[in-house]
């Protein structure tokens, strides 16, 4: 432990406020801490716990709180006489007021991934393969996830599976990904085929396919 007798200079040793303040700055700092521990909890990206997490958010500049869309079920019932599955009927819906977000907190370890893409993105050059291996983090075990140069001053980000509310919010983060300056940015994900509109396949009814109004033409 350290000697308050060390801290403080001989006309205060005996003050009883002053000795006070010190004996609990010692005891908040827990000078004790093994190095290592104190390396893994806050230095050490890959181990800190949520208060060193949060230490590297302001650090790199991103907060903890992810502004998700809200998906409220809506009231309706038909449009141009054909109903409409997802609107709902009298107590079962609301009136559609426009988009709405909620600030949902991003747990550990989407927050840790977070973190470090954001601190890559402070420091990469914006180039194709910096931008995919950002998105390898961001989304690591979820699928595909790349970006494409389309030569016209535009890229696209392209996923291999349907982005949650989750996902779009952590994309609408401003500087998340890196990119050119003066580049647009689009975003193209794959529809799992019970979204896709068809019938039959050889005379084979495949139940994914959804017919009219219930599905889309792949584009």
Aim: hydrophobic share 40%.
């Amino acid at each position: 432990m350290i000697d308050i007798n060390e801290l403080i200079i001989s006309q205060y040793q005996h003050s009883p406020s002053l000795v006070q303040i010190c004996q609990e700055i010692i005891t908040g700092l827990d000078v004790d801490l093994p190095a290592q521990q104190f390396f893994d909890n806050y230095l050490n990206l890959d181990t800190c716990n949520d208060y060193g997490l949060d230490i590297w958010g302001r650090i790199v500049g991103i907060d903890r709180v992810l502004q998700v869309t809200q998906n409220y079920p809506t009231f309706g019932f038909y449009i141009d006489g054909v109903a409409e599955q997802p609107w709902k009927p009298w107590n079962y819906g609301v009136f559609y007021a426009g988009t709405t977000t909620a600030g949902v907190d991003a747990n550990t370890e989407l927050y840790r991934r977070l973190v470090k893409a954001k601190a890559l993105a402070n420091n990469l050059d914006g180039s194709t393969a910096s931008i995919n291996f950002a998105l390898s983090l961001l989304f690591k075990g979820r699928g595909e996830a790349y970006v494409i140069d389309n030569q016209d001053m535009t890229i696209t980000y392209h996923f291999g599976f349907t982005l949650t509310t989750e996902d779009q919010a952590i994309l609408g983060i401003a500087g998340i990904l890196p990119r050119p300056a003066g580049v647009k940015d689009n975003i193209m994900q794959d529809l799992p085929r019970s979204q896709i509109f068809g019938f039959y396949i050889d005379g084979v009814a495949e139940q994914p396919y959804r017919p009219f109004n219930f599905g889309v033409f792949v584009p």
